[in-house]
């Protein structure tokens, strides 16, 4: 199937330590994005980072595609209590339509102030 | 701008009774519409989509079905619950391509 897949399953670091996930997916994409889940809540969106790009920065996010691996990894800098959550990758298919995407099972970070 | 909202928040029900939640959308039109599910400890499973009204495309088979009567409103019926339908439920919405998604706050369902 196309659903990624990341790594670590869970995460543990000290605040101001940064914190890298990895993701790895099976077929073509157009885009891959990263979303972020607080407990018991909907998912907010991150990043979208396109195929044809490699790497991408927003804030204290930085994301990294290797398509010839099929692999993105998400770095989170200089990481905070509040950064607490769970993190997961999505990535679409230009075989199917409306833009449906594929999660992974995601990674759970917990920054210990 | 843009909002989705979702409810009930929680919900338990007996296994066997009929389910419906709710999503509706506001400050956009047309959009793409989405249900997924989501296990505890788990990522997400879609289960619907739609790109218009009265469109429903299932990705899972399932006693679960989904409706779309108006083109911000999407719904989530059951007929009869399993044991195996308790979960996170999450409408979301895209204005369509390749975009993000905008996720509602979820529905926790417990079948007991």
């Known amino acids: 199937s196309q659903q990624g897949e990341e790594d670590p399953q869970a995460l543990s670091i000290q605040e101001g330590e940064n914190a890298t996930m990895n993701c790895s997916y099976k077929?073509?994409?157009?885009?891959l994005q990263w979303y972020r889940q607080n407990s018991g809540r909907g998912l907010v969106h991150l990043i979208l980072i396109r195929s044809n790009e490699r790497e991408k920065h927003s804030g204290r996010l930085r994301v990294t595609l290797d398509t010839s691996k099929k692999s993105s990894s998400l770095l989170i800098t200089a990481s905070r209590a509040a950064d607490t959550a769970s993190y997961f990758c999505a990535t679409d298919s230009p075989l199917t339509g409306a833009n449906n995407l594929f999660f992974g099972t995601g990674t759970r970070l917990t920054v210990i102030p | 701008s843009q909002t989705i909202h979702q409810w009930p928040a929680t919900l338990v029900q007996p296994v066997g009774s009929p389910l419906s939640l709710e999503c509706t959308v506001e400050?956009?039109?047309?959009?793409?519409l989405y249900w997924y599910r989501q296990a505890a400890g788990r990522g997400l499973q879609l289960l619907f989509y739609?790109?218009?009204?009265?469109?429903i495309s299932s990705e899972v088979p399932q006693n679960l079905s989904a409706s779309r009567p108006q083109d911000r409103q999407f719904i989530l019926s059951s007929k009869k619950l399993l044991l195996s339908d308790s979960g996170f439920y999450l409408c979301?919405?895209?204005?369509?391509?390749?975009?993000?998604?905008?996720f509602g706050p979820g529905t926790r369902l417990t079948v007991l």
């Open positions: 739609s790109v218009g009204i009265g469109q």
């Open positions: 979301a919405w895209n204005p369509g391509g390749f975009n993000e998604q905008f």
């Open positions: 077929t073509s994409i157009n885009n």
């Open positions: 400050g956009t039109s047309n959009p793409n």
